[in-house]
Each structure stands twice: as C-alpha cells, then as structure tokens.
C-alpha cells in the first residue's frame, strides 16, 4: 500500500512535466516561466514537511497519510480546470501541501514495522513507488494527452488517489491495533523502537542541534536536485535536445525509470544484508549512501553523449544509482531518531532540506535554458558535481548512524 501510494504521488506530480509542451502552447508560456511554475510545487512540498512530520508523530501514519493522499488527490483534479498562470501556480501549490505528508508518514510506518535488519529493504520497496510513478506517468499520461487532452490526464490520475485512501484506511493498522501481530512479536517490536515512556523528552527543535541531522539534510538536497531534473525536465531534454517524439518518450524515455526500480531494491538489499553479516550499522549505510552518490556523476556524461542511446545509458545508470542510495537514505530516520516520537519528524526535515533542491533544480534549469538558447550543458554538468558532493556529505558530515542521544538542545552528536 505505501509502495502505490508513492507511485500515485509521483504520477501526479510528474505529469506537468509530460505536459509541458501542451501546456506552454495552449497557454503560451515561456520556458523561465514555466520552470517558475514546475517550482512553485516544491515550494509547499518543502515548507510542509516538518508540519507533516510532526502531525504524523502525533495522530500516527494510518490518518496523516490518508489525508495526505485525499488532499493531493483533490488538488490533481482541480489542475484540469487551470486557464493562465495563476490558476495553474496555486494548484501545484496546493498539491505539494499534501504531497509533503507521503515520505514521513513512509517514514513513520517503516520504522513501526520492520527492525534495523530489514528496515532499508522496505525503505526501498515504498519508495520504489516514487520510480514506478514517474516510469508510469510517461506512458500513462501521453496516453492520456494524445487521446483526449491534458486536462484529462489531470482528472483521471488525481482520481487514482481516491480510490487509494479507501482501501488505505480499511487495511492498514499500526502493529499495535493489527489483530494479527502476536503479543510476543508486538513486544519485539516495541523492544527494536526503543519504546520507554520514563525515557527524557527531547525537544522537536533540539533535532537542529544535531551534526547527524544537518549531514542527512545535506545530503539528501544533493541526491534530490538530480532526481527532480528527471521529474521537472528530463521529458523536455529528450524532446528538445533529443528529438523524441510523444511516443518515443513513453517507450525509450522509460528506460532510466524502469532502470531505476530494481536498482532500488539493490540498494536495500545490500544495506541490510552487510548489516546482518556483521557490518557495523554505520559502515552498511555509508558504503551505500557513498558508492551510490559517486555513481550517480555520470549523469554529466549524458550531455556529451553522441547519441540519444548513449545518453540514455548514462541516464539510466546515474537514476539507478540515486535510487540504490535513496534506500538507505529512508532508513535513516528510523536508524538515528533519540526516540521513536521523533521518527516521522527526523523524515520531514531531512525531505525539507531534499525538497528546497526541487525548487532550485526546476527554476535554475528553466533560467539555464533561456540565457543558453535550449542548452543542457549547464544543468547536467552541476548535477554531476552535486552527486560528488553529497558523496562528501554522507562520508564525512555524517559520523556514526546510531540512535541519537536523547539529551537538551545543546546535542552535537
């Protein structure tokens, strides 16, 4: 269920980008305008996700992500109706409200179900769905457009959420009110959550005085500026730069996401099988958090690429490995969090900091192409050196993936 959840997430929000060409010519915008406008969701996306995250630590994961999905969903619909820039600026706005509340809540659940030797292969699998939406919203929604319009696309993929939120809240329960986890597994659980209600309070604020949290923000903003050239741009790099056609963008443009979607389960696999063979927690995540950032560089090749082929490879090895590293990234508010009321918190943050990429990404892109005529050079050459340095980031910002220590503000760790 948080597997099609983010994949709904990621197909409504990735299906402006498939429609920007329609867009731009019904409404004649400009290319530094509409990268504004591809931006303007990461605007809310980033400033609601501590709110989410605290919410989802109070009611719990079952409510706050439900309503998450009920309100984008809403908002998706609503895009159909867009005349001019305005309307369509205030409904991406809108979606990135509810959308912000999909990853912590991911969070929350991830660490209330699995323990530490299984907790980045299920952070691999709900955000695997992130993959499959993007992979899905070519075909699905240049179907969509090239049978009916782009406002349709709008009103039949905002509706897949809908139906999503019913089955979610007739399903899904935590494990303590799920009638089928034992006494014995509850307890195992709650042992591996480090449940103490004597324990000390730790102030949500106290969070920033963490070395530890400020390296996850860092480097998750590096990962994300790549992955949303993907979700903002890469649909007009490979018909602009490229020459694809609508169709040949939902066939060969879905290889770097279908790429992508094994690669993250790799990565997940990988961390929690070093871990169970005796790694430290420290040196299974980091060697995944590390190895997959320096992968991911090649991204820059691709502008040099002779080829759409070629280009195509370096896309598809380069998204691969950001998914192979994302893995362990959602692992990691579970992994490090003081105490388990701070889990979904630690997720908002660290996907705040992630998600100021996304505005940075989309609008730098849209202002590149208009000072350099349709040119990506710029662009894909500053991604690369951003995957390098997250690399650094995780590396050496971020010294030990261990439960936080519980203590005041003054916290250094």
């Known amino acids: 269920m948080g597997c099609a959840a983010n994949a709904i997430n990621y197909i409504d929000r990735a299906n402006l980008a498939v429609a920007v060409p329609s867009i731009r010519h019904e409404l004649g915008i400009s290319a530094a305008v509409m990268g504004a406008i591809l931006g303007a969701f990461f605007w809310s996306y980033a400033a609601m996700q501590m709110p989410f995250g605290w919410l989802a630590d109070r009611i719990g994961a079952r409510l706050a992500l439900a309503g998450a999905v009920l309100w984008w969903s809403v908002s998706t619909m609503l895009t159909a109706t867009a005349r001019n820039v305005g309307t369509l600026t205030g409904f991406r706005l809108l979606l990135g409200i509810g959308e912000a509340g999909a990853y912590p809540s991911g969070a929350k659940v991830n660490a209330n179900w699995f323990p530490r ?94 070395r530890t949290v400020w390296g996850m923000m860092i480097g998750f903003f590096c990962l994300n500026f790549v992955i949303y050239f993907f979700i903002t741009w890469f649909p007009t ?66 502008v040099f690429a002779p080829n759409a082929y ?57 202002v590149m192409l208009t000072i350099t005529s349709g040119s990506f050079v710029v662009p894909l050459t500053v991604a690369g050196g951003f995957c390098l340095l997250g690399a650094g980031v995780y590396m050496f910002v971020i010294k030990e993936v261990a439960p936080l220590p519980a203590r005041v ?3 250094t760790a």
Request: with cysteine; aromatic share 12%.
């Open 117 to 210: 030797t299984e907790r980045a292969i299920a952070a691999s699998i709900f955000d695997s769905g992130s993959r499959i939406g993007a992979a899905l919203s070519l075909p699905l929604v240049a179907w969509l457009i090239g049978s009916f319009s782009w406002r349709v696309s709008f009103a039949v993929t905002g509706l897949l959420g809908i139906v999503w939120t019913v089955f979610w809240l007739v399903i899904y329960r935590d494990p303590e009110n799920h009638p089928s986890v034992t006494p014995e597994e509850l307890a195992r659980l709650q042992a591996e959550r480090r449940i103490d209600p004597t324990g000390p309070k730790v102030p949500w604020s106290s969070l920033f005085s963490y």
């Open 237 to 302: 790099y490979l018909m602009q730069a490229r020459g694809f056609s609508l169709a040949q963008l939902g066939t060969l443009g879905l290889l770097p996401g279908l790429v992508s979607i094994p690669c993250g389960w790799l990565g997940g696999f990988t961390s929690d099988a070093l871990y169970r063979r005796g790694w430290s927690l420290t040196a299974a995540r980091k060697t995944c958090l590390v190895g997959g950032m320096l992968m991911s560089s090649v991204i820059t090749f691709s």
């Open 409 to 411: 503000p003054s916290a």
């Open 310 to 366: 070629v280009a195509l490879a370096f896309f598809a090895l380069a998204y691969g490995s950001l998914a192979f590293t994302a893995a362990s990234i959602w692992s990691l508010p579970g992994d490090v969090a003081p105490t388990p009321a701070h889990v979904a918190s630690l997720g908002g943050i660290q996907n705040f900091a992630a998600n100021i990429a996304g505005i940075v990404t989309s609008t730098f892109t849209g």
